[in-house]
């Protein structure tokens, strides 16, 4: 089974609209984390936003916050007020485990295009 | 500013030529991974060093190859590169021992093409 899953084949949003990309993942191991990465046509990852296991709110930073629903295992992340620079190529990963050589683990992600 | 450097952006090689891409970076990180990404694709880990241990990924061919001489640089070494290594190479670094909620920094990437 795969560990990240990201079914949303390309996004379309009007420029200062709120968008949602879905991630589900799956584990059975406790202590994880769920990132969020940006990766623009110029190629450049850009992390976004982290969510652990064990955090009690959902995650915010700047525009992007994180619809963590633990017991569904999905780890939505939401843009609010969309901006053109927003078009890219948008990836969910997973860290399991507290140990210092656990991997992270990419979804297939997600592209979002927003028109102006 | 902090950062992860890769040397060259672009890099241009002939088939089974040997070819080395570059990583360094200023966040005195003690984890440095690369990543080969194909076009559409997610990254695929190939290797990563915490500190000067080398882990190498089950399913990494035995034509890549790693160096990390010091805390700052890591390079990859293609020895023969076929048509299908034409990719883009992802270097990552991140604080080791201190959890999952360390991220992976990345640099800027690499794109590799195999004449």
């Known amino acids: 089974a795969q560990k990240i899953t990201q079914t949303q084949p390309g996004m379309f949003v009007q420029e200062k609209e709120a968008v949602t990309l879905d991630c589900t993942y799956d584990?059975?191991?406790?202590?994880?984390?769920l990132f969020w990465y940006k990766q623009p046509s110029s190629g450049e990852m850009i992390f976004l936003i982290y969510?652990?296991?064990?955090?009690?709110q959902n995650a915010t930073e700047g525009r992007y916050s994180l619809n963590f629903q633990k017991a569904r295992k999905s780890a939505n992340l939401v843009i609010s007020a969309s901006q053109l620079g927003d078009s890219a190529m948008y990836f969910c990963a997973m860290r399991e485990g507290p140990g210092a050589n656990s991997k992270l683990t990419f979804g297939k992600g997600i592209t979002l295009s927003v028109r102006p | 500013d902090a950062m992860v450097i890769q040397n060259p952006r672009y890099q241009v090689t002939q088939f089974g030529k040997p070819v080395t891409l570059s990583c360094s970076q200023t966040l005195n990180h003690n984890v440095m991974y690369w990543y080969q990404q194909k076009s559409s694709q997610a990254p695929k880990l190939l290797f990563h060093y915490y500190d000067k241990d080398f882990n190498n990924e089950a399913d990494t061919p035995d034509n890549f190859q790693s160096r990390r001489p010091n805390t700052s640089f890591c390079f990859l070494d293609i020895r023969s590169p076929g048509l299908g290594d034409a990719a883009m190479y992802l270097c990552?670094?991140?604080?080791?021992?201190?959890?999952?909620?360390?991220?992976?920094?990345f640099g800027d990437g690499t794109r590799l093409s195999i004449l």
């Open positions: 584990t059975s191991d406790p202590s994880y984390g």
């Open positions: 969510q652990g296991s064990y955090d009690q």
């Open positions: 990552a670094t991140s604080r080791g021992a201190q959890g999952s909620n360390q991220p992976q920094h």
